[in-house]
Protein backbone atom coordinates (compact mmCIF):
# COMPACT_ATOMS: atom_id res chain seq x y z
CA UNK A 1 0.00 0.00 0.00
CA UNK A 2 0.89 3.44 -0.68
CA UNK A 3 0.54 6.01 2.36
CA UNK A 4 -0.94 9.32 0.84
CA UNK A 5 0.30 11.90 3.32
CA UNK A 6 -1.42 15.22 2.26
CA UNK A 7 0.12 18.86 3.95
CA UNK A 8 -2.55 21.55 4.54
CA UNK A 9 -1.36 23.52 7.54
CA UNK A 10 -0.32 26.14 5.48
CA UNK A 11 -1.59 29.70 5.19
CA UNK A 12 -0.84 31.31 2.03
CA UNK A 13 -1.66 34.79 1.30
CA UNK A 14 -0.33 35.24 -2.28
CA UNK A 15 -4.30 34.55 -3.37
CA UNK A 16 -5.65 37.18 -1.18
CA UNK A 17 -8.27 38.32 -0.44
CA UNK A 18 -9.88 34.73 -1.28
CA UNK A 19 -7.19 32.96 0.68
CA UNK A 20 -6.63 34.30 4.21
CA UNK A 21 -5.07 33.44 7.58
CA UNK A 22 -8.25 31.94 8.78
CA UNK A 23 -9.36 30.17 5.50
CA UNK A 24 -6.47 29.23 3.48
CA UNK A 25 -6.61 28.57 -0.24
CA UNK A 26 -6.24 24.79 0.05
CA UNK A 27 -9.99 24.82 1.38
CA UNK A 28 -11.68 27.27 -0.92
CA UNK A 29 -13.07 26.28 -4.25
CA UNK A 30 -11.01 27.66 -7.00
CA UNK A 31 -12.58 25.62 -9.43
CA UNK A 32 -15.57 23.47 -9.81
CA UNK A 33 -17.49 22.51 -6.60
CA UNK A 34 -14.50 20.46 -4.55
CA UNK A 35 -11.75 22.23 -2.64
CA UNK A 36 -8.18 22.35 -3.91
CA UNK A 37 -7.60 19.71 0.15
CA UNK A 38 -10.70 17.74 -1.22
CA UNK A 39 -9.24 17.05 -4.91
CA UNK A 40 -6.15 16.44 -3.48
CA UNK A 41 -7.42 13.49 -1.20
CA UNK A 42 -9.32 12.23 -4.36
CA UNK A 43 -6.52 11.68 -6.73
CA UNK A 44 -4.58 9.69 -3.74
CA UNK A 45 -7.68 7.81 -3.48
CA UNK A 46 -8.24 4.20 -4.45
CA UNK A 47 -7.44 0.33 -4.20
CA UNK A 48 -3.34 1.46 -4.13
CA UNK A 49 -3.52 3.31 -1.35
CA UNK A 50 -4.16 3.28 1.89
CA UNK A 51 -6.28 5.96 4.26
CA UNK A 52 -4.73 9.07 3.96
CA UNK A 53 -2.51 10.90 6.54
CA UNK A 54 -3.35 14.30 7.14
CA UNK A 55 -1.02 17.50 8.60
CA UNK A 56 -2.75 19.84 9.37
CA UNK A 57 -2.73 23.24 12.04
CA UNK A 58 -5.41 22.72 14.99
CA UNK A 59 -7.21 26.01 13.59
CA UNK A 60 -8.15 24.01 10.60
CA UNK A 61 -9.03 20.67 11.92
CA UNK A 62 -12.41 20.40 11.87
CA UNK A 63 -12.71 22.19 8.35
CA UNK A 64 -10.36 19.42 7.18
CA UNK A 65 -12.55 16.36 8.87
CA UNK A 66 -15.81 18.15 7.40
CA UNK A 67 -14.19 18.20 3.68
CA UNK A 68 -13.33 14.54 3.89
CA UNK A 69 -16.25 13.62 5.54
CA UNK A 70 -17.71 15.03 2.17
CA UNK A 71 -15.45 12.94 0.34
CA UNK A 72 -16.88 9.67 2.22
CA UNK A 73 -13.73 9.50 3.80
CA UNK A 74 -14.43 8.67 7.49
CA UNK A 75 -11.04 6.93 8.64
CA UNK A 76 -7.96 9.46 7.68
CA UNK A 77 -5.60 9.77 9.99
CA UNK A 78 -4.98 13.58 11.03
CA UNK A 79 -2.25 15.25 12.52
CA UNK A 80 -2.23 18.49 14.60
CA UNK A 81 1.05 20.49 13.96
CA UNK A 82 1.30 22.62 17.57
CA UNK A 83 2.79 25.55 15.04
CA UNK A 84 4.22 25.89 11.19
CA UNK A 85 7.64 24.54 10.99
CA UNK A 86 7.85 24.16 7.56
CA UNK A 87 7.45 20.85 5.56
CA UNK A 88 10.60 19.16 6.78
CA UNK A 89 9.00 18.48 10.41
CA UNK A 90 5.83 17.73 9.12
CA UNK A 91 6.76 15.10 6.94
CA UNK A 92 9.58 13.55 8.75
CA UNK A 93 6.79 13.31 11.97
CA UNK A 94 4.27 11.75 9.54
CA UNK A 95 6.90 8.84 8.79
CA UNK A 96 8.00 8.51 12.67
CA UNK A 97 3.77 8.17 12.86
CA UNK A 98 3.74 5.64 10.29
CA UNK A 99 6.84 3.78 11.27
CA UNK A 100 5.50 3.38 14.60
CA UNK A 101 2.48 1.72 13.40
CA UNK A 102 4.60 -1.05 11.49
CA UNK A 103 4.46 0.34 8.11
CA UNK A 104 8.32 1.45 8.01
CA UNK A 105 8.45 -0.46 4.79
CA UNK A 106 5.67 0.75 3.28
CA UNK A 107 6.14 3.61 0.49
CA UNK A 108 4.94 7.19 1.61
CA UNK A 109 3.48 9.82 -0.67
CA UNK A 110 3.58 13.29 0.18
CA UNK A 111 1.82 15.65 -1.50
CA UNK A 112 1.06 19.45 -1.22
CA UNK A 113 -2.89 20.01 -0.84
CA UNK A 114 -3.44 23.41 -2.67
CA UNK A 115 -2.00 22.30 -6.29
CA UNK A 116 -3.94 21.68 -9.23
CA UNK A 117 -3.04 18.44 -11.27
CA UNK A 118 -5.61 18.55 -14.46
CA UNK A 119 -3.97 14.91 -15.99
CA UNK A 120 -4.72 12.77 -13.34
CA UNK A 121 -4.38 9.72 -15.40
CA UNK A 122 -0.74 10.80 -16.11
CA UNK A 123 -0.12 11.43 -12.24
CA UNK A 124 -1.03 8.45 -11.62
CA UNK A 125 1.43 6.75 -13.90
CA UNK A 126 4.16 9.11 -12.66
CA UNK A 127 3.22 7.89 -9.00
CA UNK A 128 3.50 3.90 -10.35
CA UNK A 129 7.15 5.08 -11.54
CA UNK A 130 8.15 6.91 -8.57
CA UNK A 131 6.83 3.89 -6.31
CA UNK A 132 8.88 1.46 -8.08
CA UNK A 133 12.29 3.93 -7.64
CA UNK A 134 10.94 4.68 -3.85
CA UNK A 135 10.57 0.35 -3.08
CA UNK A 136 14.43 0.58 -3.98
CA UNK A 137 15.69 2.75 -1.94
CA UNK A 138 15.37 6.01 -3.88
CA UNK A 139 14.12 9.27 -2.34
CA UNK A 140 11.79 10.45 -5.40
CA UNK A 141 10.78 14.34 -6.50
CA UNK A 142 8.34 14.30 -9.04
CA UNK A 143 9.78 16.97 -11.88
CA UNK A 144 7.08 18.83 -14.08
CA UNK A 145 7.72 19.62 -17.66
CA UNK A 146 7.83 23.19 -17.70
CA UNK A 147 4.81 24.80 -20.06
CA UNK A 148 6.52 28.48 -19.90
CA UNK A 149 9.98 30.12 -18.80
CA UNK A 150 8.12 30.71 -15.14
CA UNK A 151 10.11 32.66 -12.31
CA UNK A 152 8.20 31.89 -9.61
CA UNK A 153 9.01 28.15 -9.45
CA UNK A 154 12.41 25.91 -8.50
CA UNK A 155 13.64 23.67 -10.59
CA UNK A 156 15.24 20.35 -10.96
CA UNK A 157 18.28 20.15 -13.04
CA UNK A 158 18.57 16.60 -15.32
CA UNK A 159 21.57 15.00 -17.02
CA UNK A 160 19.55 15.54 -20.01
CA UNK A 161 16.65 16.39 -21.68
CA UNK A 162 13.98 13.29 -20.44
CA UNK A 163 13.10 11.11 -23.22
CA UNK A 164 10.01 10.04 -22.23
CA UNK A 165 7.51 11.48 -19.05
CA UNK A 166 5.79 9.23 -16.13
CA UNK A 167 7.92 6.39 -17.48
CA UNK A 168 11.04 6.10 -15.27
CA UNK A 169 13.08 7.80 -12.19
CA UNK A 170 16.19 9.67 -13.24
CA UNK A 171 18.96 10.78 -11.47
CA UNK A 172 18.54 14.86 -10.38
CA UNK A 173 21.84 17.09 -10.81
CA UNK A 174 20.76 20.13 -8.75
CA UNK A 175 17.95 21.96 -7.12
CA UNK A 176 17.69 25.19 -8.91
CA UNK A 177 15.83 27.94 -6.47
CA UNK A 178 13.71 30.33 -8.18
CA UNK A 179 15.22 32.12 -11.32
CA UNK A 180 14.91 35.50 -12.62
CA UNK A 181 13.43 35.76 -16.01
CA UNK A 182 17.03 35.82 -18.09
CA UNK A 183 17.78 32.45 -16.62
CA UNK A 184 14.01 30.93 -16.44
CA UNK A 185 14.47 31.63 -20.14
CA UNK A 186 17.49 29.64 -20.84
CA UNK A 187 16.58 26.73 -18.80
CA UNK A 188 13.32 26.25 -20.64
CA UNK A 189 15.05 26.45 -23.45
CA UNK A 190 17.41 23.99 -22.46
CA UNK A 191 15.00 20.97 -22.19
CA UNK A 192 16.91 19.90 -18.84
CA UNK A 193 15.04 21.76 -16.09
CA UNK A 194 12.27 20.44 -14.85
CA UNK A 195 9.55 22.40 -12.30
CA UNK A 196 9.85 21.44 -8.93
CA UNK A 197 6.70 20.15 -7.69
CA UNK A 198 6.88 19.79 -3.83
CA UNK A 199 5.69 16.38 -4.07
CA UNK A 200 7.76 12.98 -2.76
CA UNK A 201 7.67 9.31 -2.56
CA UNK A 202 9.80 7.23 -0.47
CA UNK A 203 9.58 3.93 1.72
CA UNK A 204 9.05 5.52 5.42
CA UNK A 205 12.31 4.41 6.82
CA UNK A 206 14.40 5.08 4.10
CA UNK A 207 13.42 9.19 4.96
CA UNK A 208 13.89 8.66 8.32
CA UNK A 209 17.52 7.31 7.65
CA UNK A 210 17.72 10.21 5.40
CA UNK A 211 16.96 12.91 8.44
CA UNK A 212 19.31 10.54 10.52
CA UNK A 213 21.92 11.56 7.85
CA UNK A 214 21.45 15.15 6.73
CA UNK A 215 19.45 16.65 9.66
CA UNK A 216 19.71 14.91 12.87
CA UNK A 217 18.96 17.79 14.73
CA UNK A 218 15.65 17.57 13.70
CA UNK A 219 15.27 13.59 14.30
CA UNK A 220 14.77 13.49 18.48
CA UNK A 221 12.58 16.70 18.96
CA UNK A 222 10.41 15.24 16.15
CA UNK A 223 10.38 11.41 17.76
CA UNK A 224 9.35 13.02 21.02
CA UNK A 225 6.33 15.11 19.42
CA UNK A 226 4.95 11.76 18.14
CA UNK A 227 5.83 9.66 20.82
CA UNK A 228 3.93 12.12 23.32
CA UNK A 229 1.45 12.87 21.17
CA UNK A 230 -1.88 13.02 22.66
CA UNK A 231 -5.42 12.21 21.16
CA UNK A 232 -8.29 14.68 20.85
CA UNK A 233 -11.60 14.18 19.68
CA UNK A 234 -10.52 11.68 17.09
CA UNK A 235 -7.25 14.50 16.15
CA UNK A 236 -3.95 13.62 17.17
CA UNK A 237 -2.12 16.27 18.56
CA UNK A 238 1.63 16.49 18.49
CA UNK A 239 3.38 17.40 21.71
CA UNK A 240 3.68 21.18 21.95
CA UNK A 241 7.00 21.70 23.37
CA UNK A 242 9.23 19.11 21.48
CA UNK A 243 7.54 20.11 18.44
CA UNK A 244 8.83 23.63 19.03
CA UNK A 245 12.36 22.37 19.52
CA UNK A 246 12.55 21.26 15.68
CA UNK A 247 14.44 23.43 13.09
CA UNK A 248 12.37 25.14 10.81
CA UNK A 249 13.15 23.95 7.34
CA UNK A 250 11.96 22.70 4.33
CA UNK A 251 12.05 19.06 3.32
CA UNK A 252 14.91 20.39 -0.01
CA UNK A 253 16.83 22.14 2.09
CA UNK A 254 16.98 19.68 5.60
CA UNK A 255 17.43 16.10 2.88
CA UNK A 256 17.00 16.02 -0.22
CA UNK A 257 19.36 18.78 -1.69
CA UNK A 258 22.17 17.02 0.16
CA UNK A 259 21.18 13.04 0.26
CA UNK A 260 23.45 11.07 -2.60
CA UNK A 261 19.62 8.96 -3.56
CA UNK A 262 17.52 11.33 -5.11
CA UNK A 263 15.80 10.81 -7.84
CA UNK A 264 13.00 13.01 -10.40
CA UNK A 265 10.13 11.23 -11.94
CA UNK A 266 9.58 13.63 -15.26
CA UNK A 267 5.91 14.35 -15.35
CA UNK A 268 3.72 16.59 -17.97
CA UNK A 269 0.26 16.17 -16.21
CA UNK A 270 -1.01 20.22 -15.86
CA UNK A 271 0.01 20.95 -12.95
CA UNK A 272 0.18 24.42 -10.65
CA UNK A 273 0.68 25.47 -7.76
CA UNK A 274 -1.31 28.60 -8.24
CA UNK A 275 1.39 30.51 -6.55
CA UNK A 276 0.19 33.75 -7.06
CA UNK A 277 -3.40 35.18 -9.11
CA UNK A 278 -1.37 34.84 -12.56
CA UNK A 279 -1.27 30.89 -12.31
CA UNK A 280 -5.00 30.91 -11.62
CA UNK A 281 -5.21 32.90 -14.94
CA UNK A 282 -3.36 30.50 -17.02
CA UNK A 283 -5.36 27.82 -15.44
CA UNK A 284 -8.58 29.35 -16.17
CA UNK A 285 -8.24 29.26 -19.64
CA UNK A 286 -7.95 32.80 -21.19
CA UNK A 287 -10.44 33.53 -24.34
CA UNK A 288 -8.57 35.18 -27.19
CA UNK A 289 -7.94 38.25 -26.11
CA UNK A 290 -6.31 36.64 -22.98
CA UNK A 291 -9.15 37.48 -20.72
CA UNK A 292 -10.20 34.58 -17.74
CA UNK A 293 -12.91 35.83 -15.87
CA UNK A 294 -15.39 33.93 -13.19
CA UNK A 295 -18.59 34.79 -11.07
CA UNK A 296 -21.12 37.92 -11.74
CA UNK A 297 -18.55 39.35 -14.34
CA UNK A 298 -18.76 41.50 -17.48
CA UNK A 299 -16.06 43.00 -19.45
CA UNK A 300 -15.41 45.21 -22.38
CA UNK A 301 -12.38 45.84 -24.51
CA UNK A 302 -10.10 43.88 -21.73
CA UNK A 303 -7.19 42.60 -22.58
CA UNK A 304 -4.57 40.03 -20.58
CA UNK A 305 -6.91 40.32 -17.72
CA UNK A 306 -7.81 38.45 -14.77
CA UNK A 307 -11.34 38.94 -13.03
CA UNK A 308 -13.54 37.22 -10.38
CA UNK A 309 -16.20 37.98 -8.36
CA UNK A 310 -16.43 35.45 -5.57
CA UNK A 311 -19.08 34.13 -3.93
CA UNK A 312 -21.44 37.07 -2.19
CA UNK A 313 -18.91 39.12 -3.92
CA UNK A 314 -20.30 42.62 -6.11
CA UNK A 315 -20.75 42.44 -10.22
CA UNK A 316 -17.50 43.20 -11.18
CA UNK A 317 -17.52 45.38 -14.67
CA UNK A 318 -13.92 45.96 -16.43
CA UNK A 319 -13.43 48.39 -19.05
CA UNK A 320 -10.81 48.60 -21.33
CA UNK A 321 -8.10 47.04 -18.46
CA UNK A 322 -4.79 45.59 -19.59
CA UNK A 323 -2.68 42.95 -17.75
CA UNK A 324 -4.73 43.45 -14.97
CA UNK A 325 -5.53 41.42 -11.88
CA UNK A 326 -9.06 41.75 -10.30
CA UNK A 327 -10.35 39.93 -7.55
CA UNK A 328 -13.77 41.18 -5.95
CA UNK A 329 -15.17 39.26 -2.40
CA UNK A 330 -17.48 41.27 -0.10
CA UNK A 331 -15.32 43.14 2.14
CA UNK A 332 -12.38 43.70 -0.28
CA UNK A 333 -10.85 43.69 -3.86
CA UNK A 334 -7.60 43.29 -5.17
CA UNK A 335 -6.53 45.74 -8.10
CA UNK A 336 -2.86 44.83 -9.70
CA UNK A 337 -0.81 44.89 -12.58
CA UNK A 338 -0.26 40.99 -13.91
CA UNK A 339 3.44 41.42 -13.29
CA UNK A 340 3.13 42.63 -9.73
CA UNK A 341 1.11 39.52 -8.31
CA UNK A 342 4.41 38.08 -6.39
CA UNK A 343 3.79 41.66 -4.35
CA UNK A 344 0.64 40.89 -3.47
CA UNK A 345 1.85 39.11 -0.23
CA UNK A 346 3.56 42.41 0.57
CA UNK A 347 0.12 44.13 0.65
CA UNK A 348 -1.00 41.63 3.17
CA UNK A 349 1.75 42.16 5.57
CA UNK A 350 1.21 46.30 5.29
CA UNK A 351 -2.78 45.46 5.83
CA UNK A 352 -1.56 43.41 8.67
CA UNK A 353 0.68 46.56 10.21
CA UNK A 354 -2.15 48.62 9.76
CA UNK A 355 -4.67 46.00 12.14
CA UNK A 356 -6.78 45.80 9.18
CA UNK A 357 -8.83 42.87 9.61
CA UNK A 358 -9.66 42.22 6.20
CA UNK A 359 -5.51 40.86 6.24
CA UNK A 360 -6.44 37.68 8.14
CA UNK A 361 -9.91 37.24 8.61
CA UNK A 362 -12.22 35.48 5.92
CA UNK A 363 -15.88 36.90 5.69
CA UNK A 364 -17.67 33.69 6.75
CA UNK A 365 -15.73 32.23 9.99
CA UNK A 366 -16.20 28.50 10.05
CA UNK A 367 -16.44 26.91 13.65
CA UNK A 368 -16.48 23.41 14.91
CA UNK A 369 -20.52 23.57 14.81
CA UNK A 370 -21.31 25.45 11.35
CA UNK A 371 -20.49 28.91 10.08
CA UNK A 372 -21.31 32.43 10.47
CA UNK A 373 -20.72 35.92 8.59
CA UNK A 374 -21.34 39.39 9.97
CA UNK A 375 -23.82 41.05 7.56
CA UNK A 376 -23.51 44.37 9.33
CA UNK A 377 -21.14 45.65 12.18
CA UNK A 378 -22.07 49.36 13.75
CA UNK A 379 -21.25 51.05 17.06
CA UNK A 380 -23.08 48.70 19.33
CA UNK A 381 -25.02 46.58 17.12
CA UNK A 382 -23.86 43.69 14.99
CA UNK A 383 -25.76 41.45 12.42
CA UNK A 384 -24.53 38.01 11.78
CA UNK A 385 -26.01 34.93 9.74
CA UNK A 386 -25.41 31.55 11.30
CA UNK A 387 -25.96 28.33 9.90
CA UNK A 388 -25.59 24.75 11.79
CA UNK A 389 -25.55 21.74 10.12
CA UNK A 390 -27.85 18.81 11.54
CA UNK A 391 -26.44 17.38 14.88
CA UNK A 392 -24.42 19.88 15.79
CA UNK A 393 -24.59 22.37 18.60
CA UNK A 394 -22.96 25.45 19.83
CA UNK A 395 -21.45 25.51 23.70
CA UNK A 396 -23.15 26.38 26.53
CA UNK A 397 -22.41 29.74 27.42
CA UNK A 398 -22.88 33.26 28.06
CA UNK A 399 -21.81 36.70 27.65
CA UNK A 400 -20.63 39.92 29.78
CA UNK A 401 -21.03 42.64 27.53
CA UNK A 402 -23.75 41.78 24.63
CA UNK A 403 -27.67 40.62 24.46
CA UNK A 404 -28.27 38.30 21.71
CA UNK A 405 -31.85 37.71 19.72
CA UNK A 406 -32.38 35.12 17.20
CA UNK A 407 -34.42 34.76 14.53
CA UNK A 408 -34.51 31.43 12.78
CA UNK A 409 -35.45 31.46 8.96
CA UNK A 410 -35.04 27.95 7.73
CA UNK A 411 -34.57 25.00 9.90
CA UNK A 412 -35.20 24.34 13.38
CA UNK A 413 -33.54 24.88 16.73
CA UNK A 414 -33.04 23.40 20.54
CA UNK A 415 -32.58 27.04 21.98
CA UNK A 416 -31.65 26.53 25.79
CA UNK A 417 -32.02 30.17 27.92
CA UNK A 418 -30.94 29.63 31.78
CA UNK A 419 -32.83 26.52 32.82
CA UNK A 420 -35.30 26.12 30.26
CA UNK A 421 -34.94 24.50 26.93
CA UNK A 422 -37.34 25.64 24.04
CA UNK A 423 -37.84 24.04 20.19
CA UNK A 424 -37.76 27.18 17.96
CA UNK A 425 -39.03 26.72 14.23
CA UNK A 426 -38.82 29.39 10.97
CA UNK A 427 -40.40 32.81 11.71
CA UNK A 428 -39.79 32.43 15.20
CA UNK A 429 -37.75 34.32 17.40
CA UNK A 430 -35.83 34.18 21.16
CA UNK A 431 -33.84 37.03 23.42
CA UNK A 432 -31.37 36.07 25.47
CA UNK A 433 -30.59 39.07 27.97
CA UNK A 434 -27.15 39.87 28.76
CA UNK A 435 -25.38 37.44 31.09
CA UNK A 436 -27.50 34.77 30.79
CA UNK A 437 -26.53 31.01 30.16
CA UNK A 438 -27.51 29.89 26.43
CA UNK A 439 -27.02 26.98 23.86
CA UNK A 440 -28.13 27.01 20.45
CA UNK A 441 -28.28 22.89 18.91
CA UNK A 442 -29.93 21.97 15.39
CA UNK A 443 -32.27 19.05 16.09
CA UNK A 444 -33.69 18.41 12.49
CA UNK A 445 -32.59 16.80 9.72
CA UNK A 446 -31.99 19.88 7.31
CA UNK A 447 -29.35 22.82 7.98
CA UNK A 448 -30.12 25.50 10.36
CA UNK A 449 -30.00 28.98 9.44
CA UNK A 450 -30.85 32.20 11.99
CA UNK A 451 -30.03 35.79 12.16
CA UNK A 452 -28.31 37.12 14.89
CA UNK A 453 -28.18 40.52 16.50
CA UNK A 454 -26.28 41.25 18.76
CA UNK A 455 -26.21 44.67 20.92
CA UNK A 456 -24.14 45.92 23.52
CA UNK A 457 -21.19 47.83 24.83
CA UNK A 458 -18.51 45.27 23.03
CA UNK A 459 -18.96 42.79 20.72
CA UNK A 460 -15.94 41.36 20.23
CA UNK A 461 -15.76 37.20 19.85
CA UNK A 462 -13.56 37.07 22.87
CA UNK A 463 -16.59 38.37 24.57
CA UNK A 464 -17.76 34.50 25.89
CA UNK A 465 -17.56 32.18 28.55
CA UNK A 466 -17.74 28.51 27.86
CA UNK A 467 -19.07 26.25 30.87
CA UNK A 468 -19.80 23.28 28.27
CA UNK A 469 -18.24 22.57 24.76
CA UNK A 470 -18.65 19.40 22.85
CA UNK A 471 -15.10 20.27 20.90
CA UNK A 472 -13.09 20.52 23.65
CA UNK A 473 -13.03 24.59 23.93
CA UNK A 474 -14.46 25.14 27.56
Not at 60 to 84: D, M, V
Not at 394 to 405: F, G, K, P, Y
Amino acid sequence: MIHPVILCGGSGTRLWPLSRKDYPKQFARIFGEESLFQASVRRASGDCFAQPVILSHSDFRFLAAEQLSALGIEKATIILEPEARNTAPAILSAALYLDSEGCGEDVMLVAPSDHVIRDVQAYHQALDAGADAARKGRLVTFGVKPARAETGYGYLELDDAPDSFGAHAVPVTHFVEKPDASRAAEMFASGRYMWNAGIFMFRVRDIIAAFETCSASMVGPCREAVDNARPDLGFIRLDEAAYARTPEDSIDYAVMETADNVSTVPVDCGWSDLGAWDAVWHEMMPDAHGVAKSGAVTQLDCHNTLLRSEENGPHLVGVGLENTAVVAMGDAVLVADMSDLQKVKVAVQRLKDQGVPQAETFPRCYRPWGWYQTLALGERFQVKQIMVPPGRQLSLQSHVHRAEHWVVVAGSANVTIGEEVQLVCENQSVYIPIGTVHRLENPGKVDLHLIEVQTGSYLGEDDIVRYEDIYNRA
